[in-house]
């Protein structure tokens, strides 16, 4: 009766420990989450720009509730907008988040584990238990860093994905940045096409009635006729190409062409004046210092600057795996009516290696990021060089633009006098006013030109010349607490 009471003893403590060890641990259970592709179409076609969720995010960015909603809508605008809606920063935003758990993952220490065994013995004295109970416990012991060095490296490469989330809504901004431009170059130019076109036709018109009168050939009227044919296609090219434009523009805003519509966008006439070519050619220490600060601080150099931290925690990982773990056994048994209390040691020996080979591959791959970073470094400085020569010759080139036009303007306007003074006929006067609308085509290409190169320069810089366009600090990027 004495080693059955023992033995009851023994079973409570041991469903006692093992309670208390499975308690402690809390359970996910898998929850299912189906993709519904029709969901997701009717999601997009949904986004309302003029919604009072978009219209609190203008407003968190500094909009003033008596402007909401904006009535026309420029750049800055459509930026937020596609800030707000592109599916492009949920995918930056998800990839931080698994690089989070990663890191949560990384500072986790071992579980402990637990064994134990039940013998029954055939031979045993009157009065003594025939069975034997053992428990024993084992410890991980983690030495050398090697928790901390995980805990680095995840760290490092968590927050490379942070700043990329950054540069996500950067490459977002530069996109609806281009499209803007096309969309209104477009604008502009099919105005222009469209005067063209008139003009032309009333020359056509003019050569016909004067061939009637004998004062005109044909060849003229011909010629006449073929380019009226060339503007009226031309001004058809641009009108469908205008359309695709704006469909485009949604779609980098981050909306539908259904949900574009429903906001009116500020017209080509109606669009600020580009003064940034003014403020970098009166203050040329301003493009060196932005040049400079872009070697520095350009995401893509943050960027790569955290994967080289994660690679130089692996290495030290690596080394630290030189070094085995060890294992912490206590156990105790309860023999025959004996009480054994015993404690025990495991490691691995580094005989036959000592992680050499895995320590050399984190070395390769520590020089490799140096390798990108320098190569990177000098990738940008011949861009921003490149660019800012080109930019620079842009503005120039609008420069000499705006004065063949002021020119051109000051001779057809001395042919509207000589017209209304009767020294001149009406054909002498639709042709000056088709050079002079030739020498604003003109303009208008160049300042296509240095937009172009003006965006261009941004991308190199990655950074907005005007601070009117300045990124927003909120790109949906939390602290996290420990």
């Known amino acids: 009766m004495q080693y059955q009471h023992k033995t009851t003893q023994c079973l409570r403590l041991s469903a006692a420990i093992l309670s208390v060890l499975l308690s402690g641990c809390a359970y996910q259970t898998y929850n299912a989450k189906p993709l519904d592709i029709t969901a997701i179409t009717s999601e997009f076609r949904a986004r309302n720009p003029l919604g009072s969720e978009f219209q609190a995010y203008l407003k968190s960015q500094g909009y003033d509730e008596a402007e909401l909603p904006v009535q026309h809508w420029g750049l800055n605008e459509l930026t937020y907008s596609a800030l707000y809606f592109h599916s492009d920063l949920d995918i930056a935003r998800a990839t931080w988040r698994a690089a989070q758990a990663a890191a949560e993952v990384a500072g986790q220490r071992p579980n402990p584990g637990i064994s134990g065994d039940v013998e029954r013995h055939s031979e045993h004295d009157n009065g003594v238990s025939p069975w034997t109970y053992g428990l024993a416990i084992d410890i991980p012991i983690d030495i050398a860093g090697k928790r901390q060095a995980r805990m680095d490296r995840a760290g490092s490469l968590s927050e490379a994905a942070r700043i990329e989330i950054a540069q ?278 160049s300042e296509i030109r240095m937009q172009y190169a003006s965006h261009a320069l941004e991308e190199a810089l990655q950074q907005p010349l005007e601070a009117s366009l300045s990124m927003p600090d909120d790109l949906g990027i939390e602290a996290t607490t420990e």
């Open 168 to 445: 996500a809504a950067w490459k977002v901004r530069s996109r609806v940045h281009a499209s803007w431009i096309d969309w209104q170059h477009a604008q502009r130019q099919v105005t222009l096409l469209e005067q063209e076109h008139t003009l032309r036709s009333e020359i056509a018109e003019m050569l016909e009635a004067r061939l009637h009168a004998g004062m005109a050939s044909s060849l003229e009227l011909s010629n006449a006729r073929l380019q009226l044919q060339n503007s009226r296609q031309l001004l058809d090219t641009e009108k469908a190409r205008l359309a695709e434009l704006k469909a485009r523009l949604a779609s980098h805003a981050g909306l539908s062409l259904q949900g574009l519509s429903k906001i009116q966008l500020t017209t080509a006439d109606e669009a600020p004046v580009d003064n940034k070519s003014q403020d970098l050619t009166s203050k040329p220490d301003l493009l060196d210092q932005l040049r400079e600060s872009a070697l520095l601080n350009r995401l893509d150099i943050r960027a790569a600057l955290a994967r080289y931290d994660a690679a130089e925690a692996k290495l030290r990982l690596e080394i630290a795996r030189q070094y085995p773990d060890i294992i912490l056994s206590p156990g105790y048994a309860y023999d025959q009516g004996d009480k054994i209390w015993s404690f025990g040691l495991s490691t691995l020996l580094s005989l036959l290696n000592r992680n050499q080979g895995n320590i050399a591959e984190a070395e390769a791959q520590r020089e490799i990021e140096a390798a990108k970073i320098k190569a990177l470094q000098i990738q940008i400085i011949g861009e921003l060089e490149g660019r800012s020569a080109a930019y620079l010759q842009t503005v120039s080139s609008v420069s000499d633009s705006r004065r063949l036009v002021a020119a051109q303007a000051e001779r057809t306007g001395l042919t509207v006098k000589q017209f209304e003074e009767g020294f001149a006929d009406r054909l002498e006067l639709t042709s000056a006013r088709l050079e002079s609308l030739q020498a604003q085509r003109n303009l208008l290409a």
